[in-house]
């Protein structure tokens, strides 16, 4: 079975412009989890939803940071306009309500 | 509220000997207890959890952990260390009660495993 999809896994942009990630959660589960990985912070939940609607998202650094579900399929991340201190490795993860999460692989995203 | 350290940012073993990671979980609810293992340039990968029943939790590639609620710990051990388990190890909990808290994951800090010939 093909486990959470992430893309791109690589993005390099400038600072103002705006980024959006996405992410395939695994077929049948109804929670998806976005996380930020940084250096200093370590492992931040920003945003989850259960079933396609946010339940919290007291993670999300700003205003600049916005999360959508559309579908049991697909999720977004956008940051606009981005800045070099969003630069991280955001990954997406996913469960079903026996609770384990499983990983995508992450997005590595550099902001100059 | 909840909150998990782990005591030791790196640890250095040798090939063959025992692994042993700490983690120490604050939980205003009985906990799910999780360690996942993240591999240079990767996601995170499950190895193990603990939700419930038995407290020592068995999982992939040998490794295994103890809840022990009255030191509030889910430390992590291997008999042997091998080369392919050079990463950083992450310990987790969540709440194990319904609401809308449910599923949320709270980090340690992390710790690298660096295991010598």
């Known amino acids: 079975d093909a486990g959470v999809i992430q893309s791109p896994r690589h993005e390099v942009t400038e600072m103002g412009q705006e980024v959006t990630l996405r992410c395939k959660p695994i077929s049948g589960h109804n929670s998806l989890f976005w996380y930020r990985q940084t250096m200093m912070r370590g492992l931040e939940l920003l945003i989850y939803?259960?079933?396609?609607?946010?339940?919290?998202d007291s993670g999300m650094p700003e205003d600049r940071f916005s999360a959508k579900m559309p579908n049991a399929s697909f999720s977004t991340l956008k940051i606009q306009p981005s800045e070099p201190r969003d630069s991280a490795v955001y990954f997406c993860a996913s469960s079903s309500s026996a609770g384990t999460q499983y990983f995508g692989p992450g997005t590595r995203l550099l902001v100059l | 509220a909840q909150s998990v350290t782990q005591l030791g940012s790196h640890v250095s073993v040798s090939e063959g000997a025992l692994v042993l990671l700490r983690c120490n979980y604050s939980?205003?609810?009985?906990?799910?207890l999780f360690w996942y293992v993240q591999y240079p340039n990767q996601g995170l990968q499950l190895l193990l959890k603990?939700?419930?029943?038995?407290?020592l939790v068995k999982g992939i590639n040998g490794f295994e952990a103890e809840f022990k609620k009255s030191e509030t710990s889910f430390h992590l051990t291997k008999p042997s260390a091998h080369m392919s388990d050079a990463a950083e190890y992450f310990c987790?909990?969540?709440?194990?009660?319904?609401?809308?808290?449910?599923?949320?994951?709270?980090f340690g800090q992390g710790t690298i495993l660096t295991v010598h010939p």
């Open positions: 603990y939700t419930t029943g038995a407290t």
């Open positions: 939980s205003s609810v009985p906990p799910y």
């Open positions: 939803f259960n079933n396609n609607v946010p339940i919290d």
């Open positions: 987790a909990v969540s709440p194990n009660a319904g609401g809308t808290s449910y599923g949320k994951l709270t």
